[in-house]
């Protein structure tokens, strides 16, 4: 069997933050994809200093930066501005696969849906995750695993004894599955590309997965 990583070659560009998406561009890393993460100036990524906060153990080393994004190269743009956006269709242009969880009002405003992007790249894979999906009264609401997994989806009230309170889920509970899920996504999506030259748009979403792990009592 060869030792080549199977998605050597693949350019990914991940305008991502926190735990969800980042996760899934560690994983495409993993597998040998070059993965560009595109963050805010001055500031990056808040997850950055997340290992500071409470309720963190204890620890010199920031351990959940180097796991949710492991095996990356980093880059500042300013997205607001025209020099910012300029580069990163440069970055489209020359990309497999463009990973984001960036609000979809966001996107919307600075011109970064899958409509403005894709005929930059037909062969492009739009990776994309919401906290309530896309379509929708909530389409365009922000919210971490806590809420958009784990409560909204039932699972904070099915998993406690009956007459207790609920309780919290734990950091990134519902971000990693969900990660998962749009990694199976982007690789269904570029098997297709290999049978038909063209890229696709796939998404999942945080209450998706959510109801998805809570399905037998959904389902009911």
């Known amino acids: 069997m060869s030792d080549e990583l199977l998605l050597e070659g693949i350019k990914v560009v991940e305008v991502s933050s926190w735990i969800a998406a980042p996760s899934c561009g560690a994983m495409l890393a993993d597998r040998g994809a070059e993965v560009i993460k595109v963050e805010p100036p001055e500031v990056g990524d808040a997850y950055r200093i997340y290992y500071q906060l409470p309720p963190s153990p204890n620890s ?40 984001t969880n960036q609000p979809l009002s966001f996107r919307r405003e600075q011109g970064l849906t899958w409509e403005d992007l894709q005929p930059l790249n037909e062969r492009m894979i739009y990776a994309s995750i919401t906290a309530y999906g896309e379509q929708g009264p909530e389409r365009d609401r922000e919210g971490f695993d806590l809420v958009g997994y784990w409560s909204r989806s039932g699972l904070m009230n099915q998993m406690r004894h009956k007459g207790t309170e609920p309780f919290q889920a734990m950091a990134g509970m519902g971000d990693h599955p969900t990660a998962v899920a749009l990694y199976g996504s982007i690789m269904t999506a570029l098997f297709k590309r290999e049978r038909t030259g063209q890229g696709a748009k796939v998404h999942t979403s945080l209450l998706a997965n959510g109801l998805w792990s809570a399905s037998c009592f959904a389902q009911a």
């Not at 010199?60 to 743009?77: A, G, H, P, Y």
Request: net charge positive; hydrophobic share 40%; proline share 0%.
């Open 60 to 99: 010199e080393v920031n351990f959940t930066w180097i796991l949710d994004n492991r095996n990356k190269r980093s880059i500042t743009l300013n997205l607001k501005s025209e020099q910012g956006k300029a580069i990163l269709h440069r970055l489209v242009k020359d990309c497999d696969i463009y990973i």
